[in-house]
């Protein structure tokens, strides 16, 4: 399926059950260099709008919150070692955790790539 | 404190702020540059290998005359630092203290003949003056200087400046001088707040733009911004008032005695003297230190610092990333006894104890041009 965004510039995709969840490109220009990035375990439980993940720049941290509910699979291991990947390619290999979702109906309360593209042209 | 960004100050150099790309921020009641295009990592770093020019125009700049006599003997009664004793043009780092000896504001006092002059911090400039002044009522005169202050930091920051103001070359750490820029008088000091060697130069608003695109016209010089001054002063160990000192913080619990001279300790002659005399005696409850932790989590302002064995110490004052240090880094409060290099501590982040050592500072040596 297609991306779905949060108000608060988290991307999930989903592909069968399970969907992937990283910053969108626009978040990780906003945050900077980022130089820490902290991801859930496999196994815990989120709750839509839970602190899921934590990324940090130079600067500040930023919650990263989980777009629906569920239960996390794996978070992404690579942002351990190389962080700055966030800012390289935060639509794809910049991914911070995979979700199975309780819910696949609370995607539907996203908002499509066309309604975030406005969105964030309004924040501008 | 943020004000809405319709009532925020601007510095002549805004508009060339927004030209440039800058992300633009409230600091102090000043609409300012936090990061241009280039983002913080690397302005950082830039800074550290070539050249990094600053606005810090918000900060206050004054210039301090006694009615009678040397400017220098009057002010000592509100600082602890040894003013009278400047060289003409010789500046010297020092504090404004209260009569607990805690900390109004950290400063830059430079001598030219009997007056001197004052460069002070944005968000207490307003309440400095008027304490020096009410402090000195009907024995000096504190004239306000409406000018814009940049900063040039970094290795190539001589070699820079020295193509429009060749002077600047004969300046050692902590020496001004007066010299001339498009037929403006312009002061620059061999200082700064990077740790690196480089200069603050005092200009007439109106001629700061033309200095600053002057200045950028360089190939070795990019804009930097209040993100990047901030992870370079902190990687060199100096405090930024409001976070590391304030009202309740003495220079001796802040690790500033180097700025005290024995002369000012052994008369007891500044305000809060006693109390700091007092804490150097008989030792006190906190001191500042700098701090590495172990893993690759910065601990940010306000983080609880706790022993190795969970009793708490203290709490972070200043904490992040160090690009040139490649890692987190933090200074705080401890008890003395907890504050030698190397005592291992931890550090509460997202309610996880994190294993953190104590650390001498600068995180990164410093760079100075040593006369």
Redesign the interface.
Known sequence: MSKKFTKDHEWISLEGDVATVGITDYAQAQLGDVVFVEVPEAGRQVAKGDDAAVVESVKAASEVYAPVSGEVVEGNDALEGNPALVNEDADDSGWFFKMKLADQGELDGLMDEAAYTAYVKELD | MNAPTDILKKTPLHALHVKLGAKMVPFAGYDMP??YPL????E?VQTRDKAGLFDVSHMGQAKLSAHQGDAAVLFEELVPGGITTLQEGRMRYTQLTNEQGGILDDLMATRFGDTLWLVVNAACKDADFAHIAAKLDGRATLEIQQRALLALQGPLAEAVLAALMPVCRDLVFMQSVWTQFDGADVLISRCGYTGEDGYEISIAEDKAVALAEALLAHDDVEAIGL??R??LRLEAGLCLYGHDIDADTTSAEADLMWSVPKRRRAAADFPGADVVNAQLADGMAKQRVGIVPEG???A?EGTEIQSATGAPLGTVTSG??G?TLGG?LAMGYVPPAYAAAGTEIQLIV?GKAMPARIAAIPFVPQNYKKG
């Open positions: 936090v990061q983002g913080v990592m690397k950082h993100g990047a901030d992870s690759r989590a910065p940010r992040g990333f690009p987190p997202r």
